[in-house]
């Protein structure tokens, strides 16, 4: 089925450092979201990638979706202790009768140290 | 956020108990899922329904039923569990049909299997 590689699996950066998270599928995919989950939280949707090349940003954090939709990546820039939690990629995958399921990468969790 | 909501939200139970799990969603959606996290596989599927129909059963152990009574709840019935059952389990739900929605997720139930 389909799978969707997360690397890295850790990160630990000083406060103030960028960091990056990339996500890889061997299939072109429809469309990627990304999820944040903070420690002892739930994940909560933060943006969703359809178009090829496709750039999103949200303040210090840029989405982009790859050209032959099979990998995007997640850049943080300058971080806050704010930015600490795991990150999750997400790809659409179709299922009968028009509904879907998400098939999630396996997260990169993000510490950061003051 | 109170979208999604799960009860309990903590739960220790036997390996011959019975219990169930709740989840309601207040967002008018038509999909819910629900989720297993732990630390070897950090959100693994385990069902989905769409339109109060079961679409996937990810290859769940019979142990574990689901119960989708309207579009608002969904149960998840436990039985002779196992200590390796012991996860956070999420909830989910969506809006779709045809297009690819984010997922709201609960808070979470944290079980713990004696």
């Known amino acids: 089925g389909q799978q969707v590689m997360q690397i890295p699996q850790y990160q630990h950066v000083q406060e103030g450092e960028d960091f990056t998270t990339y996500c890889n599928s061997s299939?072109?995919?429809?469309?990627i979201q990304w999820y944040k989950q903070r420690p002892g939280g739930h994940p909560v949707f933060l943006i969703q990638?359809?178009?090829?090349?496709e750039v999103k940003k949200q303040k210090r954090l840029t989405f982009q979706f790859g050209e032959a939709k099979k990998n995007s990546s997640l850049h943080i820039t300058a971080t806050q202790t704010t930015d600490v939690g795991t990150y999750f990629c997400?790809?659409?995958?179709?299922?009968?009768?028009?509904?879907?399921?998400?098939?999630f990468g396996q997260g990169t969790r993000l510490t950061i140290n003051p | 956020e109170t979208g999604v909501t799960q009860t309990p939200r903590h739960l220790v139970m036997g390996m011959t108990n019975k219990k169930s799990l709740k989840c309601e969603q207040h967002?008018?959606?038509?999909?819910m899922y629900w989720y297993k996290q732990s630390a070897k596989k950090p959100l693994e599927l385990m069902f989905v329904?769409?339109?109060?129909?079961?679409?996937e059963n990810n290859s769940v152990p019979s142990r574990f039923s689901p119960e989708c009574p309207n579009s608002s709840h969904l149960f998840l019935h436990l039985h002779t569990l196992q200590p390796e059952d012991s996860a956070l389990y999420l909830c989910?739900?969506?809006?779709?049909?045809?297009?690819?929605?984010?997922?709201?997720f609960g808070p979470g139930t944290r079980l713990t299997v004696t």
């Open positions: 989910a739900s969506s809006q779709e049909r045809d297009r690819a929605y984010e997922q709201y």
């Open positions: 299939t072109t995919l429809s469309n």
């Open positions: 997400a790809a659409t995958v179709a299922l009968i009768q028009g509904a879907q399921k998400l098939v």
């Open positions: 967002l008018g959606h038509n999909a």
């Open positions: 329904y769409s339109l109060e129909e079961r679409v």
């Open positions: 990638l359809v178009k090829s090349g």
